[in-house]
């Protein structure tokens, strides 16, 4: 399976944000210190994120961005998707054209596999992975990182949109 800094950044950033929103909103900027992502990238992922209506943002004096559901009613595998990323272990992207255009020896394995990491990342939910015990405690880490000192936020990692 192929999947992006896409979809690792969508799924960390929305960890960060259900973590964080449970207390007040949270600014791009702040998720881009804590997690090391750059805040242009952060902005294109989070306009995907709000098409999709898994986040809206607040207005104002301490304004930012919230969860628009509760993270129990948001899947891993919702995420990936609405930052345009797919879940494919295949070489013809599950179109069965691998092989002069048609399926290869292995594409129903390959499928099959697919199918497995999807339904997988399907049924974990934002909050079933924030009632881990080490995301806490990362989180946790993160927090004091960024309150004890000034924490650049990179300008590029060799990161495509």
Known sequence: MRLTTKGRYAVTAMLDLAYHSEKHPVTLTDIAKRQE???SYLEQLFARL????????VRGPGGGYQLSRK???I????????VD?????????????????QPCLTHD??????DQIRHYLDSISLQDVLLR?????????????????????PLQRGIRA
């Open 85 to 101: 990323e797919t879940i494919d272990s295949t070489r013809c992207g599950g179109k069965a054209n691998c092989q002069n255009t």
């Open 133 to 153: 015990k080490n995301v806490r405690m990362v989180a946790e880490r993160q927090d004091q990182l960024t309150t004890d000192g000034d924490t650049e936020i």
């Open 50 to 57: 709000r098409r999709s209506g898994m986040v809206e943002g």
């Open 37 to 39: 992502i750059s805040l």
């Open 71 to 73: 993270a129990e009613l």
């Open 109 to 114: 394995l390959w499928m099959g596999l697919s």
């Open 75 to 82: 899947s891993i595998a919702e995420i990936i998707a609405a």
